[in-house]
């Protein structure tokens, strides 16, 4: 069954510590992304990768960091830098550059 | 780079009414332009799309037209239903980077 897969669903974290959002993908496609939602503030890019070992800062990359090692995966780690980290995160894929999106379930992220 | 604007961030009809939302952009260098839905709790999906060579595009109750003159675009939902009420986001882009998403609209359409 092809698809994006992002774990976990839901998170909880204790201010200071670093957590890591797992997306994998089976499409094969090259692109991946990582989008935060906020009510009223639409989709926001945190980082995008158009190919394996290669990635660029979205519009809001500040306490985030990525990597993609693999084609099939992208993970979001969610440092301790970040102010604001409460929030639904969602990753996507697509088979070009501004291509048809692919999201993923999302994972929502809560800072106690 | 690109700044998205979208409106209405809320719309409100009535069952089998039209509802239209409205998008500009920045860039004229954006050539792909899609529409993603996301309904309460689920995953945004592509529902249309638009690219720079074609001025409008419809499919079923769905259009999107495009001015990039004004540079502004637009979509259309004809005769809306129960099940057409959802998030709307617009976006911008070119093929050769990223998209660029607007902030939204909820669309609530009443029986």
């Known amino acids: 069954d092809g698809g994006i897969t992002q774990s976990p669903k839901y998170l909880f974290r204790k201010e200071g510590q670093n957590v890591t959002l797992s997306c994998e993908q089976n499409?094969?496609?090259?692109?991946m992304y990582w989008y935060r939602q906020d009510p009223g503030q639409g989709l926001r890019l945190i980082y995008y990768s158009q190919i394996v070992n290669d990635f660029q800062k979205g519009d809001i990359a500040e306490g985030y960091s990525v990597s993609r090692e693999k084609k099939e995966s992208f993970p979001l780690t969610v440092t301790s830098a970040q102010k604001n980290p409460t929030a639904f995160y969602l990753c996507?894929?697509?088979?070009?550059?501004?291509?048809?999106?692919?999201f993923g379930e999302g994972s929502r992220l809560t800072v106690l | 780079g690109e700044n998205v604007e979208q409106h209405p961030s809320t719309l409100s009809v009535q069952e089998g009414d039209s509802a239209v939302i409205k998008c500009t952009y920045s860039?004229?260098?954006?050539?792909?332009f899609p529409w993603y839905k996301q309904e309460l709790g689920k995953r945004p999906q592509l529902i249309i799309d638009i690219r720079s060579n074609v001025g409008e595009k419809k499919d079923q109750r769905i259009a999107v037209t495009l001015n990039k003159t004004a540079k502004h675009f637009s979509l259309h939902i004809t005769e809306t239903q129960p099940e057409d009420s959802a998030v709307y986001f617009c976006a911008a882009g070119s093929t050769l980077g990223r998209l660029y998403f607007g902030r939204g609209t909820q669309l609530t359409v009443w029986p």
């Open positions: 860039d004229s260098a954006s050539n792909y």
């Open positions: 996507a894929s697509s088979p070009f550059a501004a291509g048809e999106l692919f």
């Open positions: 499409l094969n496609h090259d692109a």
